[in-house]
């Protein structure tokens, strides 16, 4: 049987998932991501949540394909975590949802403070961070990966309490120096690209002062972080 392979942004994330650990994946679909750490005995255990029948019955079908031991995974059928409990998992995958639906979810399992949570949103990652940060968790890393010509972020929380974001890092993350991010550059010019195609388009309606004033407090900011990523590179 062929191996099952994960994409890049999948395989991101399964790089993550720490040896040994029990995993909850939410919003499983094909299950592909606890099946392939299965496999690779990554983990201990799977616990695999999807609100819908049929991603949950194609990752049934995932598992029964790479024989997959029924004892090593559940498969469940809930919104977000409402079917898993605090000793089920130690780590937990959210990926490929938008942000706002995943801190619906964190927010309905404050258990979630105790455990690795591996993030991957879609949309709306400023109102995110904003709500982990004011919600009791701390943003520990951030991993660009780049699949085809799109970039999606990765976001290791755990609880804990960080300093206050600035609106630009709220919008591409806080970096440090050191950081192993080697698609961040990248990300950091084209969503530069994205903000000055927005300002123009503002400018050509009858935007507030405020509101233009804080696409151009965002756009420098950004810059600035461009700046200074760029130094530590060299
Ligand atoms: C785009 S797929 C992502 C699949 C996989 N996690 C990945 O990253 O490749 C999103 C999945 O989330 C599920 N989903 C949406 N809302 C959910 C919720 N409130 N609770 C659990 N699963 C949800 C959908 O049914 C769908 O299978």
Do not use: F
């Not at 004033?213 to 810059?223: C, N, S």
């Amino acid at each position: 049987m062929k191996e099952l392979e994960l994409t890049p942004r999948l395989m991101a994330i399964a790089d993550q998932v720490p040896q040994g650990a029990r995993l909850a994946d939410v919003g499983t679909d094909h299950a592909y991501l606890p099946v392939y750490l299965l496999l690779k005995d990554r983990i201990r255990s799977a616990v695999a949540s999807d609100v819908n029948e049929g991603p949950l019955e194609r990752g049934r079908e995932t598992a029964r394909t790479y024989g997959v031991a029924e004892d090593k995974i559940s498969l469940r059928i809930c919104d977000g975590l409402a079917g898993v409990e605090a000793h089920e998992a130690d780590t937990v995958a959210i990926c490929g949802m938008g942000g706002e639906l995943i801190s619906r979810i964190l927010g309905a399992a404050p258990w979630t403070k105790d455990a690795l949570l591996l993030l991957q949103p879609m949309s709306s990652q400023p109102e995110l961070r904003q709500w982990l940060l004011a919600n009791g968790y701390a943003i520990e890393g951030e991993l660009v990966v780049k699949e085809g010509e799109k970039y999606y972020v990765i976001l290791t929380v755990r609880g804990g309490v960080s300093e206050p974001y600035t609106s630009a890092e709220l919008w591409v993350g806080r970096q440090q120096p050191g950081d192993v991010n080697p698609h961040r550059g990248a990300y950091l010019a084209d969503q530069i690209r994205r903000r000055e195609r927005a300002l123009a388009g503002m400018k050509q309606g009858n935007p507030s002062p405020e509101a233009l004033a804080r696409e151009e407090e965002l756009l420098e900011g950004l810059k600035n972080l461009e700046k200074e990523w760029n130094a530590w590179q060299r």
